[in-house]
């Protein structure tokens, strides 16, 4: 997640008269250049070790510490800081083995030297780019930086992201197409006194093309883009935070039309935990306040429009949340096959891709890859044939790419997964969807899949009941067989022995609806009418509650409702789920489709 912000501290404001200017900049320069070169020549030219000898070091423990990369060598330090190189022994587990023996490890991707020069480019280009700015920008900002701040925020000023630069999430960029008419004639909406979107959240895993829509909603409309993440708000200092948000929308309203982008807004807008850890609350509440304020503050003509990320929409704040504020809620989840199909063309447009390359199988070999995963496994492969001068991208370059985009990743991640639990998702949500298109065909499945969102650990099945004021006690049964119909599938297909965890987020709901039925709504005949929470409240404790037994009756009569349904359909559940394992995700239609067919 990059945010594109550029923020340079503008520390005091003296004027410096041009000729100077010049001179301070050479001077720093050089000076810069001087001492990057005598800490070059202080450190030593590393030792040459043999691997053999390098374990020797590591059993008498005095290593200290690894830069692991993918090169044909590996270098490290000592605990007496020598510095020494030796073979890497590229193996698996390699890392880990150093971590146990508690050595620090510390990755570096791509080749190291190369890394080091560019790092060291790039780190003087800045500087002296920086240095230039803030020459330039000082004598014109006299006065006019806000002291209390210490921070001057600017816009990515011609902003040439378009929709065109983003594959699949059509939903997203569906839902915020009419953001570029308001942005650009506020007037026509606040005529007719429609309450116009002011804050807009984008949520899911990172690298999903968060940054990449916020952008291309300033690229339409052809406004400026303020990037700020929510940690440059986070300060030690009480009211720092606070009056640097204030800035940025004042900044903003100078400028007039934009996009505000707020990358990790859960930094400043968590869920306050109530002085938990009192002393940071303190800051955080200010700066998310402050936030609140000027966002409730701007005029609904303005134009301005605020987009923030998070990978998270339930850690945060629900005053960020309501209406006026962040009220557009917009998941932007990871690609499914037809999704990475289309990221990977987009991506290999501008590369020489050889014929035999066949992009699909490709796509479906990369589940759970997001957008910047499918990206920079592309320029990987880029990188590589560029190496080898071969002229095109062969297959050959895409398999080792592939390897070092995975291996840069903690195990935990969602590539890992393994067939296995594929085809128990598969079984768990085709449980799921079958059940529901059973009991309830009046309740709408918009979309079955296989693919983890943040609201599931395995993938979710839409369900949207039609709206309703009151719920009949049918209703309530057939959710919780909804509910219980992933775990039944499971276990039908793959033994009682082979059930998962999968199901623990099912439970808990079916459980509480259950508790509700039993406990609130007088739907059980042994427990009758009674509200127990009302007798609790009143200190009545001596009534039998049967809870218990009578909740544990109720649900295993319904689960075996459940596994007849399932039992008697299982050639259809199989469809399904050989469906979603090869498409991953299936919409309404499909599913219909199927189940029509069937039937
Ligand atoms: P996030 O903000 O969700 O972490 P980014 O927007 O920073 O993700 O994505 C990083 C990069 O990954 C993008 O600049 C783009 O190159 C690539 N990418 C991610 N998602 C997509 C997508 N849907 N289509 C095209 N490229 C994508
Ligand atoms: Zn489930």
Redesign the pocket.
């Known amino acids: 997640?990059?945010t594109g912000g550029i923020i340079w501290k503008l520390e005091g404001s003296e004027i410096l008269n041009k000729k100077y200017k010049i001179i301070t900049v050479v001077a720093i320069g050089i000076l810069l250049l001087l001492t990057y070169g005598v800490w070059q020549n202080r450190r030593s030219t590393p030792k040459k070790m043999s691997y053999t000898e390098f374990l020797q070091e590591i059993q008498e423990n005095r290593v200290e510490k690894v830069y692991l990369d993918d090169g044909p060598t590996i270098h490290g330090f000592l605990k007496d800081d020598a510095e020494f190189i030796t073979d890497n022994p590229r193996k698996e587990g390699f890392k880990e083995e150093l971590l146990i023996q508690g050595i620090i490890v510390e990755e570096i991707r791509g080749r190291e030297f190369l890394n080091q020069t560019i790092g060291y480019a790039v780190m003087m280009g800045l500087l002296v780019g920086g240095l230039l700015y803030i020459s330039n920008k000082v004598p014109q900002a006299k006065g006019k930086t806000s002291k209390v701040s210490g921070m001057s925020i600017k816009p990515e000023e011609s902003v040439r992201v378009k929709f065109s630069?983003?594959?699949?999430?059509e939903e997203a960029v569906h839902s915020v197409e009419e953001l570029i008419d308001f942005i650009h004639n506020p007037e026509k909406y606040s005529k007719y006194g429609a309450r116009l979107p002011r804050g807009v959240i984008?949520y899911?895993?990172?690298?999903?093309?968060?940054?990449?829509?916020?952008?291309a909603i300033a690229g339409e409309a052809g406004v400026p883009f303020y990037a700020v993440s929510g940690s440059d708000f986070v300060q030690v200092y009480v009211g720092v935070g606070a009056s640097r948000v204030r800035e940025l929308f004042k900044k903003a309203r100078q400028v007039g039309k934009c996009v505000i982008f707020i990358?990790e807004i859960d930094a400043l807008g968590k869920k306050r935990d109530g002085g938990l850890d009192g002393r940071s609350n303190d800051e955080r509440d200010q700066t998310l306040n402050a936030l609140l304020a000027e966002m409730s503050g701007f005029n609904e003509n303005e134009g301005i429009v605020v987009v923030a990320?998070t990978n998270r929409l339930d850690t945060l704040d629900e005053a960020l949340l309501r209406p006026g504020r962040f009220d557009r809620h917009i998941e932007?989840g990871l690609?499914d096959v037809k999704?990475r199909i289309?990221?990977l063309g987009?991506?290999s447009k501008n590369k020489p891709i050889s014929k035999e390359v066949d992009l699909e199988k490709l796509a479906q070999q990369t589940v759970y890859f997001?957008?910047?995963q499918?990206?920079?496994l592309m320029n990987e492969a880029a990188i590589l044939a560029a190496k080898e001068g071969s002229g095109m991208i062969e297959d050959d370059h895409i398999e080792k790419a592939f390897y070092t985009v995975i291996a840069g990743f903690e195990k935990m991640d969602r590539s890992s997964i393994s067939e296995v639990d594929r085809k128990i998702t598969a079984y768990h949500e085709a449980g799921h969807a079958l059940v529901t298109k059973l009991v309830a065909p009046e309740n709408r499945v918009s979309r079955v899949t296989i693919i983890p969102s943040t609201k599931g650990a395995g993938g979710f099945s839409m369900n949207i009941p039609p709206n309703r004021m009151y719920f009949k006690k049918r209703d309530m049964e057939n959710s919780i067989k909804i509910m219980l119909a992933g775990r039944c599938s499971e276990e039908i297909v793959f033994g009682k022995d082979n059930i998962t965890t999968g199901a623990s987020n099912d439970l808990e709901k079916a459980t509480s609806v259950l508790t509700d039925m039993v406990r609130r709504f007088g739907m059980s005949e042994s427990s009758g009418l009674l509200n127990y929470d009302v007798l609790y409240e009143n200190g009545i404790r001596e009534v039998q509650d049967n809870f218990l037994d009578e909740a544990k009756k109720i649900l295993d009569a319904l689960y075996i409702e459940v596994k007849d349904l399932l039992t008697e359909n299982k050639a259809l559940l199989k469809e399904i789920a050989i469906r979603l394992l090869a498409e991953e995700t299936l919409d309404e239609e499909q599913l219909d489709h199927l189940v029509k067919k069937a039937v």
């Open positions: 997640m990059s630069n983003i594959a699949g999430n984008l899911g895993p990172p690298g999903t093309g968060k940054t990449l829509l916020a952008k990358d990320a932007i690609p999704a289309k990221i987009l991506h997001s957008g910047a499918l990206e920079n």
